[in-house]
């Protein structure tokens, strides 16, 4: 398929992983999520939709017992505690201080 939209991303830093079959996305869905949480590297998992959704094959799933090995819980705890909350709002790198809203 076209993954110009995908291509577009190239420069954002953004590490990136393409599957190829229905068995290796769900293999990089699981790595791109370990790395997110333990290198705190953003990661674009992309596939192609409709070959994934059309395709019939036997597919060998990763249990989760065997996913729950492999996650660092302490990496998650960080991880849930940097996202955004309507509690403790956080502005980091903004042209602007808190007290403006700006909509182009």
């Known amino acids: 398929g076209d993954h110009s939209d995908v291509m577009a991303c190239r420069s954002t830093g953004w590490a990136m992983l393409a599957s190829e079959s229905v068995e290796m996305v769900q293999y990089h869905a699981l790595i791109a999520h370990l790395v997110s949480m333990e290198r705190r590297v953003p990661v674009q998992h992309f596939f192609d939709g409709f070959r994934t959704s ?14 729950k090995d492999l996650i660092d819980w302490e990496a998650v705890k960080i991880h849930h505690g940097l996202a955004l909350n309507p ?3 956080h ?8 007290d403006i809203f700006f909509q182009c």
């Open 54 to 67: 059309h395709e019939v094959n036997k597919v060998k799933l990763i249990d989760y017992e065997t996913m």
């Open 87 to 89: 509690r403790h709002p």
């Open 91 to 98: 502005m980091q790198g903004q042209s602007q201080g808190p």
